[in-house]
T-cell receptor, first 110, second 110 residues
Framework: EADIYQTPRYLVIGTGKKITLECSQT?????MYWYQQDPGMELHLIHY???????EKGDLSSESTVSRIRTEHFPLTLESARPSHTSQYLC?????????FGSGTRLTVV | QKEVEQNSGPLSVPEGAIASLNCTYS??????FFWYRQYSGKSPELIMS????GDKEDGRFTAQLNKASQYVSLLIRDSQPSDSATYLC??????????FGSGTRLSIRP
């Protein structure tokens, strides 16, 4: 059973809106990650954190931002959504090297 | 050259046969290797990890690692239709990050 939760599961939103995708884990993991994945395509790392108050940009340039104020919480924010942001966003956490993924948020910007 | 390479497939295997999935990686300093299964529209799920040369078996799954050849493979014995998914090879690099391959689509035909 997954101990990492993402909300919302699906989101359709208009261009220009500000949105926050939520990710929480109850495993006490220090490391958390955000990936973007288009259907049938590979995972792209967009942000990661190795602990509270630590955030880094990933390999894929993204207009989103993240914060890590609490160990269990790693939200991702888009200040102004655009159709190019339409994708699936996956959150993951780990204590060591293997990752546990959340169920994902499928975002559609219209 | 990609850091983790997989044949994108699709790989079609008859039910009951052995499915063989292959992966090569470029970072010789990598020490940990993982296989994830991802069903369409779902998030990746960790199914195997391997850390030392040789074979590691778990039920119908066998992971094989050859660090000298920088090669990881996953064998699925007695393939079932429920094994139809995309299989992601992941390598924990010497830069302390997991690098995912682009995945191999596996289709088990009845």
């Amino acid at each position: 059973e997954a101990d990492i939760y993402q909300t919302p599961r699906y989101l359709v939103i208009g261009t220009g809106k500000k949105i926050t995708l939520e990710c929480s884990q109850t495993m006490g993991h220090d490391k958390m990650y955000w990936y973007q994945q288009d259907p049938g395509m590979e995972l792209h790392l967009i942000h990661y954190s190795y602990g509270v108050n630590s955030t880094e940009k990933g390999d894929l340039s993204s207009e989103s931002t993240v914060s890590r104020i609490r160990t269990e919480h790693f939200p991702l924010t888009l200040e102004s959504a655009r159709p190019s942001h339409t994708s699936q966003y996956l959150c993951a956490s780990s204590a060591g090297e293997g990752y546990t993924f959340g169920s994902g948020t499928r975002l559609t910007v219209v | 050259q990609k850091e983790v390479e997989q044949n994108s497939g699709p790989l079609s295997v008859p039910e009951g046969a052995i499915a063989s999935l292959n992966c090569t990686y470029s970072d010789r300093g990598s020490q940990s290797f993982f296989w994830y299964r991802q069903y369409s529209g779902k998030s990746p799920e960790l199914i195997m990890s391997i850390y030392s040369n040789g074979d590691k078996e778990d039920g119908r799954f066998t992971a094989q690692l050859n660090k000298a050849s920088q090669y990881v493979s996953l064998l699925i014995r007695d393939s079932q239709p429920s094994d139809s998914a995309t299989y992601l090879c992941a390598v924990y690099s010497s830069a302390s990050k997991i690098i995912f391959g682009s995945g191999t689509r596996l289709s088990i035909r009845p």
